[in-house]
């Protein structure tokens, strides 16, 4: 098994790497506050969010406060267990070269 094997090809885009780091430390948190931690735009979030939901790596969860809409995001066992064998794969690469 080579050394980038666990190297996860949904975490390669900064914006989902981030997404996932703020979700790991995160029970969760709502669209806005990831848009203002993250400097995206609506989109840039929206469809982000959408790729790691699709992988069942986040979960998304819609209400409403008062009349406004409001959605928030955590992520799931699937994805902390992805994120951490990723993290873990990128560990060993960099201890590989020094």
Known sequence: MGLIDNINKLFDHRIRLGI???LMV?????????KELLDVTDGNLASHTKTLEK?????????????KP??????????????KKHIGALEQ???KQT
């Not at 995160?26 to 990831?34: P, T, W, Y």
């Open 93 to 95: 690469l960099i201890r």
């Open 26 to 34: 995160n029970e969760e948190v709502d669209f806005n506050r990831l």
């Open 70 to 83: 409001n959605t928030r995001y955590s992520a799931t066992s699937l994805g902390k267990m992805a994120f």
């Open 55 to 67: 992988a069942e790596y986040i979960k998304i969860q819609k209400s409403f406060i008062g009349k």
């Open 20 to 22: 996932m780091s703020i």
